[in-house]
């Protein structure tokens, strides 16, 4: 068990508090590495700062924005990539009351204007390098929104528009709004308040077994973005409460990686399912990581991968399940023997949890049968550590939470050893390289495409990315089929949607599988979009999907 500070009491209201404790212990003790590899856009060396450096730089920070009037109530839109300044504004924001919207600088300018619009943000925090891509939003949000350019010095914080509240900070002060696709076109705002992220944190130093952890000497590396749950909450918030150093990448760089890895002095690594499959394609080198790799914490490993990656590298890929709205407290984690590596197994369910699985008609599927997971926080509590609530949304809250257990759309197996095996996502959710993409807004934006009549998006197996987006697609009266045809259709959809969701593959149809009422049947799309790979009239269109640059050299 960790020595970190627990959850109770007047110790422990916020994240910052949990850090301020750190930093108090262990001053001295790196808290955040950034290797070279993900500094050369801004900087000539890699980034280190101690606890005590960055805890002076919060509170240096806290001060600006309690003196221009910020505090409980407010939110603050956060685009500071995977940096240091993150860290920085997301902990003092936090002091004050603040509720921090992280955003992903590589959306479309549509895309980040709905998030900052929906959360009410009022101010927009970010890097000054990247002024000139944030036009398109200026353009769009117009004067309903402050701004303020982070650099070397940053100038004066505007003034909120509105008071901030009285309310004293505790456990269920919000701490961060993060958007998540679902199973509707618009990403949802999940409310996640510091007991969820501080019981993330605690739940991942608490786990034992395989993931051991020790206070004060751990360092974790991750290329996961501050802007999703598990390196915000999960990887952040437990090395913070051990004193440990996060290792942060920007992105993940396969042919430097086991450099960084090496160079950070790295314990603890996390993954997505795409990076083992990548890693293993690398050609034989220095390969024995057992020595300095205590594990890697991650989800989605190709099956066939895992027992291969594990034997060559010499370190175990624990296999996790969880989502944003359910935290890394609510997670399940295969961090005992048996883990059953290669048959997508996550676990057995902790005690603080319980679990359901049910058919279609939300009755109880027998011993062994697959069924769509069903989970609660054991006691009076069911809710406990998990989100609290889509913003603005409560008949969604409403329907994630029926009869009293969150419906997570995942269909799974629980074998009889109890340990639970992961088989297909019942939610209309494509998932790509650990992202979650809405198939109704990418649909949403091929419709508005006048060369297309009918388009249904739906996932296609990925040996690398677990899942691709493919775009089934009916053309309207007169427009022709051909490779120039889908590239034009994905060309257009990179205007209004982030990289990693437009189509990779674009399948043209005379017809599709649709009910009686018109709407399609989305298994049997599924099933024919799989057909399809390989065939003339299905174009691969994936070495369009570009990650937008958005640095300055």
Known sequence: MSNAPKL??????????????????????????????????YRSDALDINYGDTASRVEQQKLLYQNAGYGSGHRVALMLQNRLEFFIHWLALNALGCCVVP???????????????????????????????????????GEQLHYLPVALTTPQIPSPTTQA??????????????????????PKGCILNNEYYLLSGQRYIDLGGLCAMQAGTERLI???????????????????????????????????????VRESRA??????????????????????????????FGAGVNPKHHAVFEQRFGFPLIEAWGM????????????HEPRHVGTSCFGVPPQHLDIKLVDEQNQEVSAGEPGELLIRHRGDNPGKGFFAGYLKNPQATAEAWENGWFHTGDVVRQDSDGTMCFVDRRKNVIRRSGENISALEVEAALSEDPNIALAVACPVPDEIRGDEVMACIILAPGAKASEKAAEDIVIRVLE??????????????????????????????????????GNQDCIDTRSLKKRKRVNTP
């Open 222 to 260: 991750t290329p996961l973005p501050l802007v999703h749950m598990n390196a915000m909450a999960c990887s952040s918030v437990a090395m913070i409460l051990i004193g440990g150093c996060i290792v942060q990448l920007d992105r993940f760089h396969p042919r430097s990686w086991w450099q960084s």
């Open 165 to 186: 509240g009285s309310d004293a900070i505790t456990l269920h002060s919000e701490c961060a709004l993060l958007y998540t696709s679902g199973s509707t076109g618009k």
């Open 267 to 296: 314990t603890v690594a996390h993954y997505l399912g795409v990076m083992p499959a990548m890693l293993l394609n690398a050609d034989p080198g220095d390969d024995d990581f057992s020595a300095q790799i205590k594990f890697a």
């Open 103 to 141: 955003i992903n600088d590589e959306m479309a300018a549509e895309e980040q204007a709905y998030i900052i619009d929906h959360s009410e943000a009022i101010l927009l925090v970010y890097l000054a390098d990247i002024e000139a891509g944030l036009e398109p939003l200026r353009a769009l949000l």
């Open 324 to 335: 944003t709205e359910t935290g890394n407290y609510g997670a399940i984690i295969a961090n």
């Open 8 to 41: 109770s009491g007047s110790q422990v209201n916020c994240v910052y508090d949990a850090f301020t404790a750190s930093a108090a212990r262990y001053a001295d003790h790196d808290f955040l590495h950034i290797p070279r590899s993900a500094t050369s856009a």
């Open 496 to 533: 209004t949607l982030v990289y990693f969701k437009v189509p990779g593959y674009v399948h043209f149809c005379e017809e599709l599988p649709l009910t009686a009422s018109g709407k399609p049947r989305r298994a049997d799309i599924k099933a024919l979009a799989q057909q399809a790979l």
